[in-house]
């Protein structure tokens, strides 16, 4: 018993202990750092009846609050352990974001027997999430900005020059002008295609609503330009908590398709986002050469900022192999959408 207190009391970690009617009946020290009271003051609560916990007590943000009770509600003998990450709104205001390991512990009889929540502090990570993807946005943008400004104003000077030319040499007769206007076509291709990149680097217009249009435009604009079959299917009816969500969404499809294109060798992509009420799910997979180590986990910049995004989502990404094929990847991103907030938030981790 010494050993096991000597470990729960071991910081940074948040560790409680609570019973299946919600009577707090064990913290350690640094839980009680974090309530800023003595262990005395928070034994005893009752975390299923927020009404009647004292105003110091933290408080799970609204908007997390109905996953953590959908995590709690769903342990049992058949799922112990549940990890989420969410925010913690503490007395002065401030709100911290944190994870937390919750797990249920069983009677001999099949029984639930009590309750374990350990978490810890996770908010400069999620900070540190966030710069970094925020930087990239901002890089992708003035790329944006700078392709507009340039190649642009380029290809605008040019398809009048060429314009230009195409009404002399008609004026002439001569044999060359059906030239400058197959040449005047491609130009204008060209600046179609330009203004679909810039769009594509940072979609400033895309909304929550607008995801799965703007998924099955990726498909298409993918189809056209590699000449390649790349196919989008989009179920479910959710929506998303905020056009960045959306845009996170978008831009991991986005870097999977890409990496399927430059790395893979594929010929056939397909992308698949479902928004369901309690899950969405996001999946590519082609038909490339696939990973072949499956020892060795993918690396580089475009998986890290994947990866990025999945935790600003509070979700989950996977690299690997399709389902029974040696060949080919599947990408798949998994996250909860944000669910509506509630009058009386429940404060458990």
Wanted: hydrophobic share 35%.
């Amino acid at each position: 018993m010494r050993k096991a207190a000597r470990i729960t009391d071991a910081p940074p970690e948040y560790v409680s202990r609570f019973r299946t009617d919600g009577v707090v009946t064990y913290v350690n020290e640094s839980y009680c750092h974090l309530v800023g009271r003595p262990r005395e003051d928070i034994l005893g609560l009752n975390l299923f009846t927020p009404e009647q916990l004292p105003p110091w007590f933290p408080r799970i943000h609204p908007d997390d609050m109905p996953l953590v009770q959908q995590l709690i509600e769903s342990l049992g003998p058949h799922k112990t352990v549940g990890v989420i990450e969410n925010r913690l709104i503490l007395a002065g205001g401030s709100v911290r974001w944190t994870r937390w390991v919750n797990m249920v512990v069983m009677n001999n009889d099949g029984t639930l027997g009590y309750y374990q929540s350990v978490g810890r502090d996770i908010s400069d990570e999620h900070n540190m999430d966030q710069d970094i993807v925020e930087a990239v946005d901002r890089e992708r943008q003035q790329i944006g900005k700078d392709m507009h400004d340039g190649l642009g104003q380029v290809l605008a000077g040019t398809a009048y020059m060429v314009a230009s030319m195409e009404r002399k040499l008609k004026l002439s007769y001569n044999e060359l002008a059906p030239k400058a206007q197959d040449i005047a076509q491609q130009i204008a291709r060209a600046q179609e295609q330009l203004t679909r990149i810039i769009s594509g680097l940072h979609p400033v217009d895309l909304s929550a609503e607008e995801l799965p249009l703007a998924l099955q435009q990726l498909a298409k604009d993918t189809s056209e330009y590699f000449h390649m079959r790349c196919h989008c299917r989009a179920t479910g009816t959710t929506r998303l908590s905020s056009n960045s969500a959306a845009a996170h969404v978008y831009h991991i499809a986005q870097e999977a398709t890409t990496n399927a294109i430059k790395h893979a060798e594929a010929t056939t992509i397909h992308i698949r986002i479902h928004l369901g009420k309690t899950n969405v799910s996001l999946t590519v997979t082609d038909d490339g050469i696939g990973i072949r180590n499956t020892t060795q986990r993918p690396s580089g910049m475009g998986l890290r900022i994947m990866e990025h995004r999945a935790r600003i989502l509070g979700g989950e990404l996977s690299v690997g192999c399709r389902d029974g094929d040696r060949t080919g990847t599947r990408v798949t991103l998994r996250f909860k959408p944000a669910a509506p907030a509630v009058t009386s938030p429940t404060p458990h981790g």
